[in-house]
Nanobody, 115 residues
Framework: QVQLVESGGGLVQAGGSLRLSCTLS????????MGWFRQAPGKERELVAA???????NYVDSVKGRFTISRDNAKNTIYLQMNSLKVEDTAVYYC?????????WGQGTQVTVTS
């Protein structure tokens, strides 16, 4: 029974910052590929940031230089630090754990950026 619990969303002005957190329980943290997706109303869901093999990270072009994905293995937690937020970053953000047979999704946390 894998569970992903997210927190850290909120309402901020453009140029501000937020940090999202996602804690995994029920399975071995190291066995999952971890990342963050987001979905805005009327738009397709997109991968924002993820860990890749070898400990490297990938980001969608629109957030490079502004967002940073990190992890704390001892706490079974990953983070998404979001700086210099833009209105177009407004979306529901989802933590995702990629397992061997299926993926698991967090409940989503709303990020709203105002001009």
């Amino acid at each position: 029974q894998v569970q992903l619990v997210e927190s850290g969303g909120g309402l901020v002005q453009a140029g501000g910052s937020l940090r999202l957190s996602c804690t995994l329980s029920g399975r071995t943290f190291s066995n999952y590929a971890m990342g963050w997706f987001r979905q805005a109303p009327g738009k397709e869901r997109e991968l924002v940031a993820a860990f890749t093999s070898g400990g490297r990270t990938n980001y969608v072009d629109s957030v490079k230089g502004r967002f940073t994905i990190s992890r704390d293995n001892a706490k079974n937690t990953i983070y998404l630090q979001m700086n210099s937020l833009k209105v177009e970053d407004t979306a529901v953000y989802y933590c995702v754990a990629g397992g061997l047979s299926r993926d698991y999704w967090g409940q989503g946390t709303q990020v709203t950026v105002t001009s």
